[in-house]
């Protein structure tokens, strides 16, 4: 996406922030721009396929200082680190001397690969809860036209209606201006760049301030930049021309579905605004940033922030100063004091203000704690006459494992709910969010009214994620347009007024976002840097790729320390970043980003996807009705889901028990199960679903086996199509859909659900009905809701949560993998000091249909021998190849049909090398074993099983166009075994030469994998032979070499005679036993 220009004001702003702080530090809002990730290290590429390692195990800290001192980050070289990976990234007294670092620097530490700074999607900010009273000013859920005494608030209990409050407020009675002036005064004495700099120790010297709650590095435009073509114009009645490539308010310009809006005075436009420079009735003023203060003058600097204030030894900005005057001078018009002295604190205070005792809950992370503790001292200096400490503003740092705060619902005994909300026991909040994807939905998914649990009409749950109370109806508009409309052009334009609007309304005051640098023990391979996010929290790929031949604790094992504890596990449920850590190993998606490139978007639990509306397949209505309601359709994604997924509990089925097999693999009505009850219910997840109407398939297609019962006719393994339905065609539709686990239907389903004469629970396939119902209890509160205790902690992903070793007797699936600090057994809430721990998802055998994960690696090389020789799918041409390729054929090159194509299908897929200090050599090949062409059997088996499941990596035109993935052939690894092997090639693919002389060629041989990562660990002794047409004569010296990690590559002469003119063929082939046989073709013409 392209930079767009910016406003003067904020050029400005650039100009002076370059000048008064550290050169590192760039203003956030008008910087757009993620750095391609790149390692001071080994192997930033990744597969698509794994895991690698045997096991991940959790370690959980308290506090980012501790888990970074037990990697020994900073510390002296006597220091044994006890973890590998870290979920923090390093602060600026750890990173290098250029960040304050003195002595034991990272950047320069042997022990660990540090990452190349990567603009984190992520941000800090100051919350406020709108359902509390405010020193006896009603917040009211940020909404407007608030009224003293007359507006009903539905903040009480349940949401029983209060009545709204603002003594002495200025303008009389409006208790929506004085909330905001409220939080105005608090935003005044925040200097962001100064905190920020100050703060440089704890977050990095790569963070940049923000004003708006979108973080640069979702590379869109920020409010507060030029009016252009992107930004949103309203446009005279009937004045408009539809297609037109600008707009404008001139009749004739192009159509533009937001608006109405003004621009206030000082910016350059041709929009409309009163004479005076203010909005006319009805528009929404997009000024940016320096409009939004209700009563500051003058030129801004950046939100709030109008003069160069001395500020404090943290950022926050001295009584007497300017900016801070202003704040009282918001204090005051809110009703809370009548005036101020020469410091401008406040005096005359109102009864509410000097008796009061809001609570303000920060936490103890690096770059929180001293916003908390600063802002805190702040304010009290503006209540209490310069006191760093006060009564009236308490704050309190909770113990470790605090959840970001719940919302409850309207009553506790709604589903999903176990308390009644809303939660008036905060007021402030140093609040940290961490987006997974680029996509800006971030200020949507925040804090629009639907995802205020039930308070504001939405769906009840208990940890919704607008845990701020945000319901303000203009602000949800345009938040909505910028997720439904159909282009990113529209979407942005209309994030545009809402960001205004959040930014004038002051729901939350943003902070920062950090470009960070994450550390990592060296000997691990495959840990990736992924854009926007770093090498592990949010990466699942590093844990998916990550290997070491000579790990700390054999497997390999990843050591993977956590800031903080968990409370919940559970899929509707968990909010934090840990939480996440743990739940995304566990549960698959339909689709998933490229870490690397992250648009790129790729069917992972489906074999194709295709966004479709009515009028291109008719199987996609325009209108649609179920037990919810009628909805218009304006849009659909068509989704072929493959039929080999197995859930991880399908290792308590028996072998020959085709029944509970059959009813242990995905299928769509999982998928419809899932995303109906997302949808449904209130949670972090909730906003992902919210633009699904339902999943629609076919019974049919399910398994016979365990669903003949409700018309299941499929035989097992194929695969099932299905659409899902959405409201509207948005510009992120696509990225929505990799945000939502499939979760087993088995396992959650409401306890009344029928069960089929088979014994097997009936799929889902009519929404309201048992069979699509959640279980209330599963996500309500209590001891039903711990998925561990509850044993339901069980997806189809990658690493499975089990009391022991998978297979074996008396292990339980979806359980026991927590534990307590002194090693007991736990719950979905791992204190400090205790451990999770979660097992690669297969047997002794990666290639097991059922007992093995769907995309490991061995399966990988398996589907890549299969699609030869394209390598992008595998068809019944490759059985006809295999069939044919060896059969005899004296006048072909070779004696056989196809001599490159029969050495390919007659020899594995890869090469196996044991590294028994990394962990057990049980790893599996596939492929050929020499048995063509007398028996083709075996191959044409192994080819068949991938035909119809299309490409490994759909959504993009093929392997190799997905963004830094390791080009083939790849080294894998399965604990402690290697899968390798070597590549061939030639300088040239024709030789000439003169009858009666010689040609030559220069072959290389290349080991898989590269020296300084991804190398194949064994020794391979590969020999050269060639074929040739008839007449000619060739010969490779040396004939044979030997491959190893420290020389992976060797050069050989091909040379090449005839004493007759015409066209010929010589074919080199390198094999070694137990490894494929790779051929290189040259042509040979002698003149």
């Not at 680190?81 to 320069?108: E, F």
């Not at 409700?710 to 959405?726: D, H, R, W």
Request: aromatic share 10%; hydrophobic share 35%; with cysteine.
């Amino acid at each position: 996406m392209k930079l767009k220009s910016i406003m003067l004001l904020m050029a400005f702003f650039l100009l002076t922030s370059s000048v008064a702080t550290l050169p590192e530090i760039a203003y956030g809002d008008p910087v757009a721009c993620v750095k391609a990730p790149c390692l001071l290290g080994p192997n930033v590429q990744w597969v698509p396929a794994g895991p690698a390692s045997d096991t991940i195990r959790y370690q959980m800290y308290a506090s980012d200082f501790d888990e970074l001192n037990a990697m020994c980050v900073g510390q002296p070289s006597t220091c044994v680190p006890q973890i590998d990976l870290s979920d923090d990234p390093i602060p600026g007294s750890a990173l290098s001397p250029a960040s304050g670092c003195t002595s034991n620097c990272a950047i320069s530490d042997p022990r660990f690969w540090v990452t190349d700074p990567t603009q984190q999607l992520g941000m800090v900010e100051v919350d406020f809860n709108h359902a509390n009273t405010f020193w006896g000013v009603t917040f009211c859920n940020g909404r407007d036209g608030v009224i003293a005494g007359v507006t009903q608030c539905f903040d009480g209990p349940g949401g029983t209606p209060i009545i709204a409050s603002c003594p002495n407020a200025s303008p009389a009675n409006d208790c929506t201006m004085a909330a905001i002036n409220i939080r105005q005064g608090i935003a005044s004495l925040i200097d962001k760049v100064a905190f920020t700099v100050a703060d440089i120790n704890s977050i990095g010297p790569g963070a940049t301030p923000m004003d708006n709650p979108l973080t640069p590095a979702s590379n869109v435009l920020h409010s507060g930049y030029q009016n252009d073509l992107n930004n949103p114009c309203t446009i005279a009645s009937g004045g408009c021309t539809p297609g037109l490539a600008s707009c404008g308010a001139d009749v004739g310009g192009a159509c533009n579905t937001v608006g109405p809006y003004c621009v206030t005075s000082g910016a350059v436009t041709n929009y409309p605004r009163n004479a005076d420079g203010s909005c006319p009735a009805g528009t929404f003023p997009v000024g940016g940033v320096g409009s939004w203060d209700k009563l500051a003058t003058g030129t801004a600097i950046s939100a709030f922030h109008y003069t160069t204030d001395t500020t404090d030894s943290l950022g926050f900005v001295n009584p007497g100063q300017a900016d801070f005057c202003r704040a009282a001078d918001h204090f005051i018009a809110a009703g809370l004091a009548t005036g101020k002295n020469a410091q401008c604190e406040l005096t005359g205070e109102s009864a509410a203000l000097s008796g009061g005792n809001a609570l303000f809950v920060g936490r103890n992370s690096l770059g929180r704690h001293n916003l908390g503790v600063g802002l805190d001292t702040a304010v009290c200096e503006l209540v209490s006459l310069g006191a760093t400490t006060c009564t009236q503003l308490q704050f309190r740092i909770p113990q470790f494992g605090f959840q970001i705060p719940q919302t409850g619902c309207r009553t506790a005994t709604e589903p999903g709910c176990s308390s009644q909300g809303p939660d008036t026991g905060w007021n402030m909040y140093t609040g940290g969010h961490f987006f997974p994807g680029p996509t800006p939905n971030e200020e949507w998914s925040l804090y629009d009214s639907a995802f205020a649990s039930d308070f504001c009409g939405g769906t009840p749950g208990q940890f919704s994620p607008n845990y701020d109370y945000v319901c303000n109806p203009g602000h949800d508009f345009w938040v909505e347009q910028s997720q439904f409309l159909g282009t990113p052009a529209l979407a942005e334009s209309s994030l545009q007024v809402a960001m205004d609007i959040f930014g004038n309304h002051t729901f939350t005051i943003p902070i920062w976002t950090p470009s960070v640098q994450y550390p990592f023990l060296k000997g691990w391979q495959g840990v990736s840097n992924a854009a926007g996010i770093g090498t592990a929290q949010g990466n699942p790929w590093s844990l998916l790729n990550a290997w070491n031949g000579n790990p700390a604790v054999a497997g390999p094992t990843i050591r993977w320390g956590q800031k903080d504890a968990t409370s919940s596990l559970n899929p509707f449920t968990f909010n934090t970043v840990v939480e996440a850590d743990i739940v995304g190993e566990v549960y698959d998606t339909l689709l998933v980003a490229n870490p690397s490139s992250p648009t790129q978007i790729i069917g992972w639990m489906v074999n194709s996807y295709k966004v479709e509306t009515n009028a291109q397949d008719p199987a996609c209505p325009t209108n649609y009705t179920n037990a919810r309601g009628t909805f218009s359709v304006g849009a659909c994604v068509k989704m072929v889901m493959l039929g080999s997924i197995p859930w991880q509990d399908i290792y308590g089925c028996a072998s020959s028990d085709a029944v509970c097999l059959t009813s242990h693999i995905v299928t769509a009505s999982d998928v419809k199960f899932s995303y109906l009850n997302f949808n449904g219910t209130g949670g972090i997840v909730s906003p992902s679903a919210a633009n699904v109407i339902d999943v629609v398939y076919n019974a049919n297609q399910l398994p016979n086996a365990a669903y003949a019962p409700s018309g299941g006719t499929a035989g097992a393994g194929q695969s099932e199509t299905f659409y899902i339905y959405l409201h509207n065609l948005n510009a992120w539709t696509l990225n929505d859909l990799t945000a939502v686990p499939i979760i087993p239907q088995h396992l959650w389903v409401t306890q009344t659900a029928p069960v089929q004469s088979n014994g097997v629970l009936a799929p889902c396939t009519d929404v309201g009905t048992p069979s699509c119902t959640v279980e209330p209890g599963f996500i309500g509160g209590g001891i039903y809701t711990d998925v561990i205790l509850g044993h339901r902690l069980v997806g189809s992903g990658p690493f499975v949560c089990a009391s022991g070793t998978l297979g074996a007797p008396g292990t339980v699936y979806g359980g026991g993998c927590t534990f307590n600090a002194d090693g007991s057994a736990g719950s979905q809430a791992v204190p400090v000091g205790g451990t999770a721990i979660l097992r690669r998802f297969s047997t002794s055998n990666g290639l097991d249909p059922n007992l093995a994960y769907f995309r490991s690696n061995p399966k990988f090389l398996q589907f890549q021998w299969a699609a030869y020789p394209g390598g992008t799918v595998a068809s019944t041409g490759g059985i006809i190849s295999a069939m044919n390729a060896c059969r005899a054929n004296a006048a072909a090159v070779g004696g056989v049909n196809n001599y490159a194509a029969c050495q390919h299908w007659n020899t594995p897929d890869a090469g196996l090398a044991c590294t028994s200090t990394a962990g057990s050599c049980f790893g599996a090949t596939a492929g050929g074993r020499g048995t063509l062409p007398a028996n083709f059997g075996p191959v044409v088996t192994q080819i068949g099983q991938w035909i119809g499941k299309g490409q490994w990596v759909f959504g993009v035109p093929s392997y190799t166009a997905l963004a830094n993935a390791q080009a083939t052939p790849q080294t894998l690894y399965e604990d402690g075994s290697a899968e390798g092997s070597f590549t061939i090639t030639s300088n040239t693919t024709n030789i000439t030469f003169a009858h009666g002389a010689s040609g030559g060629a220069t072959i290389m041989v290349t080991l898989s994998g590269n020296p300084n990562f991804n190398n194949f660990t064994g020794t391979v002794p590969v020999t050269l032979t060639s074929v040739q047409s008839s007449g000619l004569t060739a010969g490779v010296s040396p004939s044979s070499i030997t491959l190893a990690p420290s020389s992976p590559a060797a050069s050989e002469t091909l040379v090449v005679s005839t004493a007759t003119a015409g066209t010929y063929i010589v074919i080199v082939k390198a094999s070694s036993p137990s490894f494929p046989s790779v051929t290189v073709t040259i042509a040979v013409t002698v003149t």
